[in-house]
Structures are given as structure tokens and as C-alpha cells.
């Protein structure tokens, strides 16, 4: 996954977990918290990534 689609990723998360927070769903924010922090994970190794590809040059 590119580090843009998991920024996204995360985003949408937030998005989610903050309307879940407005409109007191509980199941809504743990779904957008767990987005978002899968969208961190996979930004983070994407990043990995790129500097395993820039360090076998």
C-alpha cells in the first residue's frame, strides 16, 4: 500500500471516530480508532519499504 492510501486511510478514521465521538456511538469510534491505526501501521511500512528499496541501490 502507498503511504498516500494509508494517509487516507487514516483520515477516514479519524473522521469516523470523531463523528462517533459527536454522536455518542461507541462502536462507530472503535471502528474509525482501529481505521486509523491500520492506516498508521501500513503508512509505516511503506516508509520501511522505500528505504529498503533506497538502501539496495
Known sequence: MSKAKAKAKQVKGKL???????MGD???QAEGRSER??????E??????????????
Do not use: P, V, Y
Request: charged share 40%; net charge positive; no cysteine.
Open 16 to 22: 469516523k471516530e470523531t463523528a462517533g465521538d459527536a
Open 37 to 42: 491505526l491500520t492506516g498508521k501501521a501500513q
Open 26 to 28: 461507541k462502536g462507530m
Open 44 to 57: 509505516t511500512a511503506a516508509k520501511a519499504a522505500e528505504r529498503l528499496k533506497k538502501s539496495e541501490r
